[in-house]
Every structure is written in structure tokens, then in C-alpha cells.
């Protein structure tokens, strides 16, 4: 059973930057795609960013080009670094990881989230 951890949220300033990262166990991590999504207070969560396990990235249109999801297979770790923060920035920020096991079967494993306060 594969598990999550995020870390690295923390109260910014707009216009800085904040690294999150999301710690996976067990040895198959690679096969999985992972998403960061959102959740801001009073709204549903959202999907941020996407990373494929072929490496593969796609981000929503409110943090494309100042946003970057990577990936390190070898440590088992998945990165968000965001870049000019803004106060809508602001969320509960979850790490999730999904692999069509086989069509119509999904597996899913969510982290418990790492809070981002984006503030002057």
C-alpha cells in the first residue's frame, strides 16, 4: 500500500517562491502518474499539475509558466515549485498518485496535504 506525505507548505509573501514536496513508500512509485490538486478555502479541490511516469506534465491555466512539477523515480519523490506566488495561491495543497490498473480500475492514494498561505 503506497503512502503519501507532502511537505514544504508555509506562510510566503506574493511574488515568492515555495518548493512542496511529496514523499512516496513502497518500490512501484514509478508507474505511477502524480498530481498535485488544491483546495482553497469555500472552493472544490482543483488539479494543479500533472506528471506522467513517462514524465509528461500538464498544468492548470492558473499556474502555467510559474508553476514546475517534477519527479525524481530513484528517491521516490515528486516536487512542486511555485514561483511568483499569489494570494490566490492560497490552499491546502494534496499529492496524489493514480495508475489505471486495468481499464475501469483505477488505483489512487492520496497524502494528507501541506497548507500554502500566500499573504502580505
Known amino acids: 500500500q503506497e503512502q503519501l506525505v507532502e511537505s514544504g507548505g508555509a506562510v510566503v509573501q506574493p511574488g515568492d517562491s515555495l518548493r512542496l514536496s511529496c514523499a512516496a513508500s513502497?518500490?512501484?512509485?514509478?508507474?505511477?502518474?502524480i498530481v498535485w490538486y488544491r483546495e482553497a478555502p469555500g472552493k472544490q479541490r482543483e488539479l494543479a499539475a500533472k506528471?506522467?511516469?513517462?514524465?509528461?506534465?500538464s498544468y492548470a491555466d492558473t499556474v502555467q509558466g510559474r508553476f514546475i512539477i517534477s519527479r525524481d523515480n530513484t528517491r521516490n519523490m515528486a516536487y512542486l515549485q511555485m514561483n511568483n506566488l499569489k494570494p490566490e495561491d492560497t490552499a491546502i495543497y494534496y499529492c496524489?498518485?493514480?495508475?489505471?490498473?486495468?481499464?475501469?480500475?483505477?488505483?489512487?492514494?492520496w497524502g494528507r496535504g501541506t497548507q500554502v498561505t500566500v499573504s502580505s
Open positions: 506528471i506522467t511516469e513517462n514524465g509528461d506534465t
Open positions: 513502497g518500490n512501484i512509485f514509478r508507474f505511477y502518474d
Open positions: 496524489n498518485s493514480v495508475r489505471v490498473m486495468v481499464p475501469g480500475v483505477v488505483d489512487s492514494h
